[in-house]
């Protein structure tokens, strides 16, 4: 993180640099016109010094501008924006030296190309506005970025959990109960666990968990199946072994206040995952089931009760050692909810490995693709727990054609009640883009039984005729079409 003084510094140094660069000043002709040595200007303007206000006063001079110019978080209009954003809460808060940014290479780029970075970054301001994207969104896609950027894989936390396992001497054996676990937090870190509190509050009866540090209290909804507390107190156990102190107290978020705290949330949940779900058996699962010649999905449904973990945690797990153990890289997440009528369904979480896949959050209130394998699940696990309310759980398979595209995914999808809502359902699905190298490692994707559908990705952007899952005007085709009419009749009239 960087802190306010050091922001002061930069914006300082910025405007030194775009001062002296736009009068075509060398170092030495600054220093000439200055009296201030070489060395103590080129740290004014990487952001190391902020000097005294005589020296201000001299720089002010040598540039032919006022001191309140030099000392101000207000510049032209030409600054403004580049100001703007590094005094905002995102450039304080977001770890640039995680994606390998150097705030002071950042400056530079800054002040090399002013007016092009500056029409880049008003209008990116802009697009927040106008599309009211909040910091929470922009953290989350940072957050998916940063998964994508290191392919979903941490080997120091993986690392991490076996330091733990071998420290604490947990068992071989999977799964771990959830009186292991609270004994864990128990024995190791004096934590206890309240089951009763959440659900009696009326406003927090759909709160999963919450963490009273000074009490030393993780408290757990007593509404939650297992799988569900064993990830809690898994991830609590992440928490405090790996010494986060920038958390989240809550399970989701209600703010979040800087990406440490987002990133550090999502490493705990790792931790969480990779506890419950070990590295090297889920390897030696996947390979059974990808090696027979048909799609077996009572053997996918075994590994749920096997780690006795949620349908997120393990498609969440495949997606950390797909890409290290076996090189597929090409694959997406995507978690969806359907309304308790099925007509609105809403992408609520997804990540992309390798490249930005075909299915894809739309914050436009467009229609998803009702071919989707993804909605078509949900829609069968209500129509089925409608005839029997015993059923809790479906999984799916699907091999998704893009409409005029040759993108193809064999998707793996998995539905169950929504925790929050009972009436609604959720979806959990993993895509894996269909090339030479997957069909060599999935032999069951020749089994002639495996359904094939021609999909997109929303209703309003799809040209495929007579679809018998339309719900919505194909309009955004529709308005391109008739651009491209108005542009030939004006072509043909200027002739």
């Known amino acids: 993180m960087i802190d306010d003084n050091q922001i002061i510094k930069m914006i300082f140094g910025f405007k030194v640099r775009y001062l002296r660069q736009q009068q075509s000043l060398s170092y030495q002709q600054l220093q000439d016109k200055t009296g201030l040595s070489l060395s103590y200007l080129s740290d004014i303007e990487k952001g190391k010094k902020y000097p005294k206000p005589n020296k201000i006063t001299v720089l002010a001079e040598a540039f032919g501008v006022d001191y309140d110019f030099m ?21 304080k808060l977001f770890p640039l030296d995680e994606f390998g940014i150097s705030p002071k290479k950042l400056v530079e780029l800054f002040t090399n190309t002013p007016d092009k970075v ?15 994207i909040t910091q929470d969104e922009f953290y989350e896609v940072a957050l998916r970025a940063y998964q994508d950027m290191h392919n979903n894989y941490f080997e120091d936390l993986e690392k991490a959990v076996d330091s733990f396992r071998t420290e604490y001497g947990t068992p071989d054996t999977l799964p771990y109960t959830k009186d292991y676990l609270e004994a864990k937090l128990l024995d190791i870190y004096d934590i206890k666990v309240d089951r009763t509190t959440l659900p009696s509050k009326e406003n927090l009866k759909n709160i999963r968990s919450l963490y009273a540090p000074k009490r030393k209290v993780l408290m ?8 569900q507390k064993n990830f809690l107190l898994a991830r609590e156990l992440g928490f405090q072994y790996m010494g986060y102190k920038t958390r989240p107290l809550e399970t989701r978020m209600v703010q979040t ?11 705990a949940s790792y931790f969480a995952v990779s506890l419950l779900v070990k590295e090297e058996e889920l390897v030696q699962d996947i390979r059974t089931i990808v090696q027979k010649n048909t ?83 949900l829609k069968k696990l209500r129509m089925n727990m409608a005839l029997d309310p015993s059923i809790k759980q479906l999984v799916n398979v699907q091999i998704s054609k893009y409409w005029e595209s040759e993108n193809e995914y064999f998707c793996i999808s998995l539905a169950k009640p929504d925790f929050h809502n009972p009436k609604e359902s959720v979806s959990v699905t993993v895509g894996f883009r269909l090339n030479t190298k997957l069909r060599s490692i999935f032999n069951f994707l020749n089994d002639p039984d495996l359904k094939h559908r021609t999909v997109n990705t929303t209703c309003e952007r799809c040209s495929m005729p007579n679809c018998d899952s339309r719900v919505a005007a194909p309009v955004v085709i529709e308005e391109e079409r008739r651009k491209i009419t108005v542009k030939q009749e004006l072509k043909a009239l200027s002739k």
């Not at 600054?79 to 995102?90: A, E, N, R, T, Y």
């Not at 500056?118 to 009211?132: K, V």
């Not at 959050?361 to 993804?374: I, S």
Request: charged share 20%.
């Open 71 to 91: 000392v101000s978080t207000h510049a032209s209009k030409k600054l403004q924006p580049v100001i703007d954003l590094l005094s905002s809460d995102f450039f």
């Open 118 to 132: 500056n029409a880049f970054i008003g209008t990116i301001f802009q697009i927040r506005r106008n599309y009211q």
């Open 220 to 227: 757990i909804n007593e509404g939650l199946d297992d799988s």
């Open 257 to 267: 206040s800087s990406f440490e705290k987002i990133l550090n949330n999502f490493f």
């Open 295 to 377: 799609w077996r999905p009572e053997l996918f449904l075994a590994l749920i009760e096997k780690y006795d973990v949620t349908q997120e945690t393990l498609l969440k797990r495949l997606l950390n050692v797909l890409p290290h153990h076996f090189g597929i890289e090409q694959l997406f997440f995507q978690r969806m909810t359907g309304s308790q009528d099925l007509k609105q369904f809403v992408m609520t979480q997804e990540l992309h490995l390798g490249q930005l896949h075909n299915p894809y959050g739309n914050l436009l209130n467009e229609h998803y693709c009702h071919r989707w394998v993804a909605i078509k699940i």
